[in-house]
């Protein structure tokens, strides 16, 4: 009887200890322990969402079992901060640590800041950043601490690239992010041959070839090749942004027969032979005038605030040199306008022809009394006096009468047109009183 109890009593235990021992196993075995770095104390560990404590010291210990069920996630929260979550690293091993670091970052405060922040990107970057006019550095920047609740204008500029003006308010307690795109605008290769000919692009000059033109805007450029010796190229190029384009100039010689090469003192003057207009001087090239039949020519410069400069050409088969040293216009001049009827006529002042054809303007005219010629085939040579005042412009509008180039006996004058026929009265008064008196006798 004994024996038997003894026998339940120890199968009892066994029992017992079959059920017990697995659960200590699961929970209860080896120990290992996270660190949890934080750099705010008092603030909440969770794990899974399982609250663990408040850091301290800048850290929190937590230990786990090694053959529990593996943490996944940590969170860590304070009032005034916003919540960080990171994942936990593997279970540690049986006595060992593992570290996880959190930062915390302070939410903003309920007050709003009076400071904010600027960042400034471009595309591409390296761009020179100017705000509110004042150089702050290269692409990508940011400005810290601006006075928020304002505007700033910013400016990205960037060696062959199209400048970038932008403006952006700054709210309070932020960070503003601006990307500014910088357009990189078109440009022209120039060569010729001969080369070391002079290149002008929309009038204004830019070297001598080979030579590259940039900061060109898109659309059509008027782009000219000139070479002493060789006839003028020109033609319309259109420009993209981003884009270069070659221009190749091949120049053709001209010939040294029959040719006036000009120059002129200062450069820039407008050229005219015989009243056409034919090009500006060139500043150290003379401008070659080609085929010129052989006679006598006017040549005309004109040049805003000189007196135009004119001189007869007599062509004879050769080439002919003229260097025009042009003079300041008098502050004691004036001008005639001039007309008529018909229109074309060819315009002589003082006996010079002007190269200029009615209708016209003739500045630069020393004040005073001066004659006026009009000429045109088939009609008669008409002329007129007429009076420039300094400051003003005189106007001289002339009829023209059919007939042969003969040089009119009478020279009217612009001055008083009722003059002449008041004289014209007073000498048939007189004629007629002088044969009154022959009668009597």
């Not at 200590?24 to 996270?34: I, K, L, Q, S």
């Not at 601490?145 to 709210?171: C, F, H, P, W």
């Not at 090469?261 to 015989?274: E, H, M």
């Amino acid at each position: 009887m004994k024996q038997r109890s003894f026998i339940v009593a120890a199968s009892a235990v066994i029992l017992m200890l079959t059920l017990i021992i697995p659960d200590a196993a699961a929970v209860g075995g080896d120990m290992g322990w996270y660190n949890i770095y934080c750099n705010v104390d008092g603030a909440s560990v969770y794990f899974d969402n399982e609250y663990k404590g408040l850091t301290s010291g800048g850290v929190l210990t937590v230990a786990v079992y090694t053959t529990a069920k593996p943490y996944t996630t940590v969170r860590v929260d304070k009032a005034g901060y916003y919540s960080a979550t990171s994942s936990l690293p593997a279970m540690p091993a049986a006595g060992t640590t593992s570290s996880v670091y959190i930062t915390l970052n302070p939410t903003a405060s309920p007050t709003a800041s009076s400071k904010a922040n600027l960042h400034i990107e471009t595309s591409p970057s390296g761009a020179r950043i100017h705000v509110n006019d004042i150089y702050q550095g290269l692409s990508p920047i940011t400005l810290y601490n601006l006075d928020a609740g304002k505007t700033y204008r910013i400016n990205a500029e960037m060696d062959g690239y199209k400048s970038v003006t932008q403006s952006v308010y700054l709210s309070p307690g932020g960070t503003e992010t601006v990307l500014l795109s910088l357009a990189s605008p078109g440009s022209i290769s120039v060569t010729s041959y001969p080369s070391d000919a002079y290149v002008s692009v929309n009038g204004v000059a830019k070297g001598k070839t080979p030579c590259v033109v940039t900061g060109l805007s898109s659309g059509t450029h008027e782009v000219e090749v000139k070479l002493n010796g060789y006839y003028n190229w020109k033609k319309s190029i259109t420009v993209q942004d981003g884009a270069q384009i070659p221009v190749y100039a091949e120049l053709q010689p001209i010939s040294s027969v029959n040719q006036i090469l000009v120059t002129s003192t200062p450069w820039g003057a407008k050229i005219y032979l015989d009243g056409v207009y034919l090009g500006e001087t060139l500043n150290g090239a003379a401008f070659p005038i080609q085929d010129v039949a052989n006679g006598q020519h006017t040549l005309k410069l004109t040049l805003a605030g000189y007196a135009d400069y004119v001189t007869p050409v007599t062509m004879n088969g050769a080439s002919i040199t003229v260097n025009a040293d042009m003079t300041q216009s008098s502050a004691n001049a004036g001008s005639i306008a001039v007309s008529s009827s018909p229109e074309g006529a060819m315009v002589y002042l003082d006996n010079a022809y002007t190269g200029y054809n009615t209708p016209c303007n003739l500045n630069n005219v020393a004040a005073g009394e001066h004659t006026v010629m009009l000429r045109l085939s088939g009609y008669q040579d008409t002329y007129s006096r007429v009076v420039v005042n300094s400051g003003q412009v005189s106007q001289l509008t002339l009829g023209m009468a059919p007939g042969s180039n003969t040089p009119s006996p009478t020279v009217p004058t612009t001055g008083s047109p009722g003059f002449g026929a008041l004289i014209a009265v007073l000498a048939l008064a007189g004629t007629m009183a002088v044969m009154a008196v022959c009668s009597r006798r």
